[in-house]
């Protein structure tokens, strides 16, 4: 899994350096928003609220548009959408099954645009259920690895119900069942160690190894998916190795 995962974190981080920086800017945003109205809007009582708040910050977005956002969201300020989360199972080329998570105010629109990104990028719709049971929601949280080694972040994390740690290259992966994020979360927290994001994930149960064509026929369609605005995450069970992300690079 951890040549997704490598090439997800990969990208992000691209991504708020770039010109796509707007795009993640109002994603983020908008994980914010739905956060404060589903559980109120304070974060230290609203852990999702907290996570929300805390990934926008590492990704530079500013203070005002977050804290406005939380106030919209927990109905302290006028404004904001009515936003539905909606799950859409799909096939990449090369037979990569794909989950794409939908936050929107308009349920017509985002299933057009997720239909349209998918045939014409070589991929379909598939029916519900039949490809989501090959993922596992999961609590993910993202480590810089500065100077940590494995064993200091696993030992930091064990007793508060991490199950593994994935060396990403730049940054150790931490997971564990969804229902153990926060205890993670809090677990790194107190033991000092930075990290970049904390947040609920669909993790595959199996993955299909790309080489370079197929993953650059997969790498176009998420792209072409995440650049809808409705498009909240992207989750595929590929597999690329070390050498295919260096060649695409």
Same mark, same amino acid.
């Given at each position: 899994?951890?040549?997704?995962?490598?090439?997800?974190?990969?990208?992000?981080?691209?991504?708020?350096?770039?010109?796509? *920086?707007?795009?993640? @800017? =109002?994603? #983020?945003?908008?994980?914010?928003?739905?956060? =404060?109205?589903? !559980?109120?809007?304070?974060?230290?009582? +609203?852990?999702?609220?907290?996570?929300?708040?805390?990934?926008?910050?590492? +990704?530079?977005?500013?203070?005002?548009?977050?804290? &406005?956002? *939380?106030? *919209?969201?927990?109905?302290?300020?006028? !404004?904001?959408?009515?936003?539905?989360?909606?799950?859409?199972? !799909?096939?990449?080329?090369?037979?990569?099954?794909? #989950?794409?998570?939908?936050?929107?105010?308009? &349920?017509?629109?985002?299933?057009?645009?997720?239909?349209?990104? #998918?045939?014409?990028?070589?991929?379909?719709?598939?029916?519900?259920?039949?490809?989501?049971?090959?993922?596992? &929601?999961?609590?993910?949280?993202?480590?810089?690895? +500065?100077?940590?080694?494995?064993?200091?972040?696993l030992m930091?994390?064990?007793?508060?119900?991490?199950?593994?740690?994935? %060396?990403?290259?730049? $940054?150790?992966?931490?997971?564990?069942?969804? !229902?153990?994020?926060?205890?993670? *979360?809090?677990?790194?927290?107190?033991?000092?160690?930075?990290?970049? $994001?904390?947040?609920?994930?669909? #993790?595959?149960?199996? $993955?299909?190894?790309?080489?370079e064509e197929?993953?650059?026929?997969?790498?176009?369609?998420?792209?072409?998916?995440? %650049?809808?605005?409705?498009?909240? +995450?992207? @989750?595929?069970?590929?597999?690329?190795?070390?050498?295919?992300?260096?060649?695409?690079?």
């Amino acid at each position: 899994m951890s040549g997704h995962s490598k090439w997800a974190t990969t990208k992000h981080k691209k991504a708020a350096l770039d010109a796509k *920086r707007g795009k993640l @800017f =109002a994603k #983020l945003i908008k994980n914010i928003e739905v956060a =404060a109205r589903t !559980g109120g809007p304070d974060p230290d009582a +609203n852990p999702t609220l907290f996570d929300a708040i805390f990934k926008a910050k590492k +990704n530079s977005v500013p203070n005002d548009n977050i804290e &406005r956002a *939380r106030k *919209r969201g927990g109905g302290l300020e006028a !404004g904001g959408a009515e936003y539905q989360t909606i799950m859409y199972e !799909g096939y990449a080329p090369g037979g990569v099954a794909v #989950l794409i998570e939908c936050l929107t105010d308009n &349920r017509n629109r985002a299933a057009s645009e997720v239909r349209v990104a #998918l045939t014409r990028n070589g991929g379909s719709l598939a029916d519900p259920g039949s490809v989501s049971y090959m993922f596992n &929601r999961k609590g993910v949280v993202i480590v810089p690895k +500065n100077d940590l080694d494995e064993d200091t972040v696993l030992m930091a994390v064990l007793d508060a119900g991490a199950e593994e740690v994935n %060396d990403l290259g730049e $940054s150790f992966e931490v997971v564990s069942e969804a !229902g153990d994020l926060v205890p993670v *979360r809090k677990a790194l927290q107190d033991a000092g160690i930075d990290y970049d $994001s904390a947040e609920s994930s669909f #993790l595959p149960t199996m $993955s299909v190894p790309l080489d370079e064509e197929g993953a650059k026929k997969v790498f176009r369609l998420i792209d072409a998916l995440e %650049d809808s605005d409705d498009v909240q +995450n992207v @989750f595929a069970n590929f597999d690329v190795s070390d050498d295919v992300l260096a060649a695409l690079d």
